[in-house]
């Protein structure tokens, strides 16, 4: 690999995780969780930088639970675009190449098309206002950042401590209640971290700058992924379709949150397998799917 000796920031969160497991044989890595290093901190970061003296920069910290970043405006901003900022111009006096993470929920979600990184962002809550704001200041300050939008991400690691991921939250719901309710007019590519991480490496290693959609293939409402988790975990449940609630105090999440990989395709990166796929394996990887699958035996 190029890519050098690499700093993860947030790296005890999902994706966080999962990079530094990928990454740890292939070159030097420091990865530092909030507790190591907290982005905002800017004396902490200079001296991150001076201790590692890092080639490559990722950083997967962020404050992104929608809707308490509705209510925590200016830490939204401090985590999300000022500390990014921070990091960028670190990286750019250092030398350094920042990677940094961002959302499909920069659009708006009023179209039914993919989004492409052409397309205009239309953010729609604090979150995703402020995520925009930090592309900005990685690609405005570092001019070699990358900067990759992904989508719906669960993982072995990380969220497992706060409450798991969706999936894991949908099938404790599943245990205590008869049926369950999810929303199925908004769609996505739900993202395996594992899958990602594989993909952002080979995207740093060939070098590739500016903005990139990187998530699993196809696409789904949160609906059709509820029912094949359950699917997939043997769980015999209804699982309701329901319509996003509109108005009345609630955060606006895009209906259309699904990203077309336009930029991946063009710079020839290899793309994600399909997400029910991804989601097989990350259920099979957590000891979550039902025993007559695991293994790939699927007895019908
Ligand atoms: N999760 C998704 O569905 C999703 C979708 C699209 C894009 N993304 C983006 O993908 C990236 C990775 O997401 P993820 O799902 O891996 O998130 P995650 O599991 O929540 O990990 C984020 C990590 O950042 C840490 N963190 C928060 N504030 C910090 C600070 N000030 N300094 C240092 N670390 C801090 C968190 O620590 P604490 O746990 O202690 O707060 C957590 O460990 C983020 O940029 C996110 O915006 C996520």
Redesign the pocket.
């Given at each position: 690999l190029t890519i050098g000796r690499v700093l993860i920031?947030?790296a005890?969160?999902?994706?966080?995780c999962d990079l530094r497991a990928q990454l740890g044989d292939n070159c030097e890595v420091a990865a530092f969780?909030?507790q190591q290093?907290?982005?905002?901190d800017d004396e902490a970061l200079a001296a991150a930088f001076e201790q590692t003296r890092p080639d490559t920069v990722v950083n997967?910290?962020?404050?992104?639970n929608v809707d308490v970043c509705e209510r925590e405006v200016d830490r939204s901003f401090e985590?999300n675009a000022r500390?990014v900022k921070r990091l960028a111009d670190n990286c750019a006096a250092a030398g350094a190449r920042l990677v940094h993470?961002?959302?499909?929920y920069v659009f708006s979600g009023d179209r039914t098309e993919p989004y492409t990184e052409t397309d205009l962002p239309m953010p729609r809550s604090v979150y995703a206002i402020s995520?925009l704001a930090g592309e900005h200041a990685a690609l405005a300050y570092d001019p070699r950042a990358l900067v990759v939008r992904?989508?719906?991400?669960y993982g072995l690691g990380?969220?497992a401590s706060?409450g798991g991921n969706f999936a894991t939250r949908m099938l404790e719901r599943a245990r205590s209640q008869d049926s369950l309710q999810m929303v199925a007019d908004q769609r996505l590519t739900p993202t395996y971290?594992n899958d990602l991480a594989g993909a952002l490496i080979e995207a740093i290693d060939r070098g590739t700058t500016g903005l990139l959609h990187l998530t699993n293939s196809g696409e789904c409402s949160w609906h059709e992924f509820t029912e094949a988790i359950m699917e997939l975990a043997g769980v015999q449940i209804e699982v309701r379709p329901v319509p996003t609630k509109q108005g009345t105090g609630a955060v606006a999440r895009p209906l259309n949150g699904v990203l077309a990989q336009r930029a991946a395709g063009a710079a020839e990166l290899i793309p994600l397998r399909p997400w029910r796929d991804a989601l097989a394996a990350y259920m099979e990887a957590a000891g979550l799917l039902v025993a007559e699958r695991a293994g790939g035996a699927v007895i019908t």
């Open positions: 920031t947030g005890s969160g999902q994706l966080g969780g909030r290093l907290d982005i905002t997967c910290a962020a404050f992104h985590v500390a993470l961002s959302t499909n995520k992904t989508a719906g991400l990380g969220s706060k971290t």
